[in-house]
């Protein structure tokens, strides 16, 4: 994998042994690294990354070890506050840290994890950015501190046995991801967007050095800032493409993805190669095709050939049961992907992180009144409800957890400042749901390629946050933003998540361009993007996998699970959610297998086989 850790404790002894684990559970034996690490009789700390990303992010500069994942993208700027033309990314970091203290991070623009450790006086320092777009997890102990991006490297060094945590577990099931900082590993969380972490004497003490927030005061005309947006996003797009990164995009039916390739420089498009998933009469394909053919970018099609149950142990192993694995499962092609690129274009996090959705805005709106509560809100974002829970789960586990996952959900919701419930939920979107899905497809992709998100730029950010509510929710900005400055790919159609676009809506201001939008529905064909069904009948393993790992466990068969509800649901093949309850489950067996079993702290093999030709000389 590549990514951080680091481990610090009390006692002063031979760190070497760690970092010898530390490694069995990052380095996949077949691909192309660089590593860099420093060992103290305190700490250890280690850094991985792929081998086409060239610049040292792990340095120690005085007293002070400086550990660096992601993107800076203001350098030029930050090295002009600091008087110096030729400083590094960790020079930077050192710099503003000395000059700033903790606040230094505010002067910052980028995606990016950090790490600063005085070796001096023992104290961490770490911290995000305000999208929270790479994954970092901590584990605190009395006589120590482990803090890394991702939950194996953490494991790796513990000496006890992990322990589950019952609701960070049932969070993944009842609504698709964790909140408040919650893992499915007791006593590890994640690190939310916005918080700088200092950890001395054995003290943890957050400060927020961003605060989401919308402005109620700014009158807002729409076209001027529609063409706000348009120029940001063309000068973060463009600025962070560099001539020599090997370049693809994931071009879906919707409005990110065809954005961000509209806003490229002509020049650069012909470099670019867009890959969309979908059967041969998938709309999905169909729609990008043709946005291709209009660009003049090079296409690929590519189809999901792995099986539920190979996605799952792969997957799972990469992505840490932070959501269903089966979500993600590129990995189907990452063969091809590798030929046309190491960097993707991603639209996540995108405007759709910021335009909330999930939830049908007018259910927000009402629960301003008192009779709509956060009870109906959470009734609605759940994915699985409490009566088919009772089917996967033992009665007497739901009747413990279950209440406790909504109370989090609700505090979770209420501990976001905003004026009015819709503000509130679009916040609380961008702090809780978006970041377990971005971490996902970082951590399944990140072995072999690295993410260019041009929306978490913070001038397109703050911009949209000054948007007043109506305009943010109802009327489309970015399907709004390509129908006014990419007119060659207007008369394309739109897979909307929004649905198909009524007279009505507000949309149809635009009718003085002279075409009505045509949109669809994002469940439109949604078989012929990956026929799950189809790969479920020919899948003999993920029955197996299920049941043999839920019978093996006392916890999980005693405690846990109903397996006569699982076996009923795996044999009914019209169960309501049933591909989504099976995508689960393997997601969870796996990462209960890999990470709370895998006592040999080694990668599996599975995931060692599937890699062990990305550099065979066919591939090369």
């Known amino acids: 994998m590549a990514g951080l850790t680091i481990y610090i404790d009390k006692k002063k002894d031979d760190k070497a042994h760690l970092l010898k684990k530390i490694v069995r559970v990052n380095i996949i034996q077949s691909l192309k690294y660089n590593e860099n690490y420093i060992i103290g009789e305190k700490f250890i700390c280690y850094y991985c990354y792929p081998d086409f990303i060239h610049e040292n992010k792990l340095a120690m500069i005085d007293e002070h070890i400086i550990i660096f994942e992601g993107e800076i993208y203001n350098n030029d700027e930050l090295n002009k506050i600091l008087n110096n033309k030729y400083l590094t990314t960790v020079e930077i970091i050192y710099h503003l840290y000395k000059n700033y203290g903790t606040k230094f991070v505010k002067y910052i623009n980028g995606d990016f994890n950090i790490i600063i450790y005085n070796t001096l006086n023992d104290v961490v320092l770490f911290t995000n950015d305000r999208f929270a777009r790479h994954p970092l997890f901590y584990y605190q102990t009395d006589d120590s501190i482990i803090i890394a991006s991702e939950k194996k490297s953490i494991l790796a060094c513990l000496t006890v046995k992990p322990s589950l945590d019952y609701v960070g ?3 993944v099931f009842a609504i698709k991801h964790n909140v408040l900082g919650r893992t499915f590993i007791e006593n590890m969380f994640s690190c939310p967007p916005g918080i700088v972490f200092c950890c001395t004497n054995g003290k943890l003490i957050k400060d927020l050095y961003f605060n989401w927030y919308f402005s109620p005061a700014r009158k807002v005309n729409k076209l001027s ?7 940001e996003l063309v000068r973060s ?11 693809i995009i994931l071009l879906s039916g919707g409005h990110d993805s065809r954005s961000i390739l509209c806003a490229l420089d ?4 012909g470099k670019i190669s867009a890959i969309t998933i979908g059967e041969d009469d998938s709309l999905e394909v169909q729609i990008a095709r043709k946005i291709c053919q209009t660009l003049s970018v090079n296409f690929q099609q590519e189809k999901i050939s792995l099986s539920p149950s190979k996605i799952a142990h792969i997957g799972t192993w990469r992505s840490e049961f932070a959501v269903n694995a089966l979500s993600h499962p590129f990995m189907s092609f990452h063969h091809d992907m590798k030929k046309y690129g190491d960097y993707i274009l991603s639209g996540l996090p995108g405007l759709d992180t910021l335009n909330g959705c999930y939830i049908d805005p007018r259910v927000i709106v009402r629960s301003g009144i008192p009779k709509i509560s956060y009870d109906l809100i959470f009734s609605y974002y759940l994915v699985l409800h409490q009566k088919i829970l009772e089917m996967i789960f033992k009665k007497k586990f739901i009747n413990d957890v279950f209440p406790q996952v909504k109370d989090e959900f609700i505090r979770s919701l209420k501990l976001i400042e905003a004026e009015n ?3 509130q939920y679009d916040i609380w979107y961008s702090v809780e749901r978006q970041p377990q899905f971005s971490h996902m497809a970082d951590l399944v992709d990140m072995d072999l390629f690295s993410y260019i998100p041009p929306y978490t730029d913070i001038k397109m950010h703050e911009i949209f946050m000054s948007i007043p509510t109506k305009n943010r929710m109802y009327k489309q900005i970015s399907l709004n933003m390509i129908y006014k400055h990419f007119p060659e790919v207007r008369k394309i159609e739109y897979d909307s998540g929004r649905g198909i676009v009524k007279q009505n809506n507000t949309i149809y201001d635009y009718l003085k361009y002279g075409i009505k939008i045509k949109t ?5 064909k949604k078989s012929n993007f990956w026929n799950f069904f189809d790969a479920l009948n020919h899948d003999t393993e ?3 996998d299920i049941i043999q790992i839920i019978d093996g466990s006392s916890e999980l068969s005693d405690y846990v699970f109903n397996l006569d509800g699982i076996k009923e649901i795996l044999k009914n093949e019209a169960f309501p959610r049933r591909q989504l309850i099976i995508g689960l489950l393997l997601t969870f067996v796996n990462a209960y297998k890999y990470l709370v079993m895998n006592n040999s702290n080694s990668i599996p093999k599975q995931v060692q086989e599937y890699y062990a030709d ?7």
């Open 421 to 423: 419930k819709l503000d």
């Open 266 to 269: 002509k020049r650069k498009r």
């Open 614 to 620: 990305f550099y065979s000389p066919e591939s090369a």
């Open 169 to 171: 577990m049932l969070e």
């Open 520 to 524: 669809y529905n994002r469940n439109y």
């Open 542 to 544: 993920y029955h197996g």
């Open 237 to 247: 797009t463009n600025v962070r493409l560099k001539d020599t990164n090997r370049t």
């Open 225 to 231: 800032l529609i063409d706000e947006i348009y120029e």
